[in-house]
């Protein structure tokens, strides 16, 4: 069992910077994906990024993509988004998710954080 603990969040203005964490705790196994989802208001959970964890190898939504950068730091067991140019259709909640498969379906991704606002304002 996995549990994932999203900090970060907050309010920021339109191109501004946000950095986003997820510490997993509890058993994991040796080859995984964590991935970051977000859900605006009125909206479906999208993806927007993933990393693997034991190669590094990432991948980014395209609204995302040369903004956003997804990172992990092995010894404390932590996933990052960091959120750079921030545009007000940025604002959502962020959730943190660990999978099996790299992959941007959420049905793949078995443990999930509990999510945490991200607002940017014009």
């Known amino acids: 069992q996995v549990q994932l603990v999203e900090s970060g969040g907050g309010l920021v203005q339109a191109g501004g910077s946000l950095r986003l964490s997820c510490a997993a705790s509890g058993r994991t196994v040796s080859s995984y994906v964590m991935g970051w989802f977000r859900q605006a208001p009125g909206k479906e959970r999208e993806f927007v990024a993933r990393i693997s964890w034991s190669s590094g190898r990432t991948y980014y939504a395209d609204s995302v993509l040369g903004r956003f950068t997804i990172s992990r730091d092995n010894a404390k067991n932590t996933v990052y988004l960091q959120m750079n140019s921030l545009k007000p259709e940025d604002t959502a909640v962020y959730y943190c998710?660990?999978?099996?498969?790299?992959?941007?379906?959420?049905?793949?991704?078995?443990?999930w954080g509990q999510g945490t606002q991200v607002t940017v304002s014009s």
């Open positions: 998710a660990m999978g099996r498969i790299e992959s941007t379906r959420q049905n793949l991704y078995d443990n």
